[in-house]
């Protein structure tokens, strides 16, 4: 057991560092070797504990392993926090996905609809000088709260059942978070569906009236929910990758 165990932690590490010398070092989620995510990918809940957690899980689909994401009246992020001053620049976020139960009665122009079944985000760390005032202080005051180094700038690609793909909109609590619906509908519902994403492109496109340069990352996250709308929705997230 033990010589099995150290033989993945091997495998994992050289997975990871052939993605280093690629473009930023993301671990695969195929390499787990248990129905956990691997480290460091590490599940983050509303704090409190007042909503249920979006449950996360290793599953085997079509052969290989992805992540399984299942909603339930319920939010929680997947987070892999990156290395200090990665950059996106000259970069693509790519990944597949596929949505198996679709959520009912989304709205993402509302705070009573503001969900979705699947979404992969990536947070920047946009100097604090190029928000406003208000928006600065209220970020100051949310970093001393939270165990959690919040962005400044998030984007999230997310699954959508009613908006047209390449709709763009800031979310309905925070504007320091912009979404982009990259798939939409229920055409596609079973089958995986690939995304390549040029993040300088695109945060240009979200944030560029903020920022004239493109921040370092902190991390990437894939979520799901499901606690607005109080619904259900289930499906599953396959490598998320930073490359050329």
């Not at 290793?58 to 052969?63: L, S």
């Not at 290395?83 to 009665?105: D, F, H, I, K, N």
């Not at 001393?144 to 908006?163: I, R």
Request: glycine share 8%.
């Amino acid at each position: 057991m033990a010589a099995r165990t150290l033989a993945a932690m091997v495998v994992t590490s050289v997975v990871a560092l052939h993605v280093q010398a690629a473009g930023v070092a993301v671990v695969p989620l195929s390499s787990a070797t248990t129905d956990q995510p691997p480290a460091p990918w590490r599940v983050v809940g509303i704090p409190g504990g007042k909503i249920p957690i979006t449950r996360f899980a290793m599953a085997d689909v079509d052969g290989r392993k992805v992540l399984r994401v299942a909603a339930l009246q319920s939010y929680g992020n997947l987070v892999h926090d990156l290395p200090s001053g990665a950059t996106a620049t000259g970069l693509r976020l790519t990944w597949r996905w596929r949505l198996e139960v679709a959520l009912q009665g989304a709205d993402l122009y509302s705070r009573q609809g503001d969900d979705s079944p699947l979404k992969v985000c990536v947070l920047f760390d946009m100097p604090l000088d190029k928000l406003g005032l208000i928006e600065r202080n209220l970020l100051r005051m949310a970093r001393v709260a939270s165990a959690e180094k919040l962005p400044s700038a998030t984007l999230c690609y997310v699954w959508d059942d009613n908006l047209n793909p390449s709709t763009m909109l800031p979310n309905a609590y925070t504007s320091r978070v912009r979404m982009i619906v990259t798939t939409s509908g229920h055409q596609h519902l079973g089958q995986w569906i690939a995304q390549s994403r040029d993040l300088a492109a695109d945060f240009r496109q979200a944030f560029g009236a903020e920022s004239d340069a493109l921040p370092p990352l902190l991390a990437i996250l894939v979520g799901g929910d499901a606690d607005n709308t109080g619904g259900h929705s289930l499906g599953y997230v396959d490598d998320v990758r930073l490359e050329p």
